[in-house]
C-alpha cells in the first residue's frame, strides 16, 4: 500500500497551490479520502475529506481550498488558493475504509 503525495512548495500569502495523492495497493474507489495537515509544534489537523456523496472542510479553509479525486486515476487532489501563512504545515493523504492509510507528507510553506 502506497500514498504518494506531491505538490508542496514555498509560497507567497495570496498564491496557489494544489497537491495530489496517488494511491496504490487498495481498491481506492471503495475509500473515503482526507488531507490533513500538522504544522510544528501543534496536533495533525483535519482539513478536508471526500466520500461518494459530499465534501468537507475545516472552518479555517472553507472558500479556500478544494478537494476532488479521480476514482479511474487513483488520485485525490487539493487545491488551495488565497494561501495564508497559517496554512504552513506538512499536508498528508490518508484513505479511511477497511483499513487506514497514510502517506509520507508534502511540505507547505507560505512566506514573504
Known amino acids: 500500500v502506497q500514498l504518494q503525495a506531491s505538490g508542496g512548495g514555498l509560497v507567497q500569502p495570496g498564491e496557489s497551490l494544489r497537491l495530489s495523492c496517488t494511491a496504490s495497493g487498495f481498491t481506492f474507489r471503495f475509500y473515503d479520502m482526507a488531507w490533513y495537515r500538522q504544522a510544528p509544534g501543534n496536533q495533525r489537523e483535519l482539513v478536508a475529506t471526500?466520500?461518494?456523496?459530499?465534501?468537507n472542510y475545516a472552518d479555517s479553509v472553507k472558500g479556500r481550498f478544494t478537494i476532488s479525486r479521480i476514482n479511474a486515476k487513483a488520485t485525490v487532489s487539493l487545491q488551495m488558493d488565497s494561501l495564508k501563512s497559517e496554512d504552513t504545515a506538512v499536508y498528508y493523504c490518508?484513505?479511511?475504509?477497511?483499513?487506514?492509510?497514510w502517506g509520507q507528507g508534502t511540505q507547505v510553506t507560505v512566506s514573504s
Open positions: 471526500i466520500t461518494p456523496g459530499s465534501t
Open positions: 490518508n484513505a479511511r475504509g477497511r483499513n487506514d492509510f
